[in-house]
């Protein structure tokens, strides 16, 4: 996975301080994380959904089109579904 878009968007951010960008990549991580432990633990379509919305708009604002795409498929497939679970927690700890 290429991280390109978020390195661009933490260097437009922070400049060169490496340790902000680690901070900022480290606090985006950690927010798709709870966003798909949310998914994980959803018991309802509609917080499924909600869930999958808030990662793709999270995604969405860092650029991250892999993440989108997966959030968009979860949003479209059935809620708990765990294939695309594993994929989404696959992709957040390539960009931790």
């Not at 290429?2 to 960008?21: E, H, N, T």
Request: glycine residues 8%.
């Amino acid at each position: 996975f290429d991280s390109g878009p978020l390195d661009r968007y933490l260097s437009a951010a922070v400049g060169d301080d490496a340790k902000i960008a680690l901070d900022l990549r480290g606090a985006f991580a950690a927010s798709a994380r709870d966003l798909s432990d949310l998914m994980r633990r959803a018991r309802c379509d509609a917080n499924w959904h909600i869930a999958a919305l808030r990662l793709k708009g999270l995604a969405a604002t860092f650029g991250i089109i892999p993440l989108i795409e997966l959030a968009e498929e979860a949003m479209a497939g059935a809620p708990g579904d765990p294939a695309v679970l594993r994929q989404i927690n696959k992709v957040i700890d390539s960009l931790a």
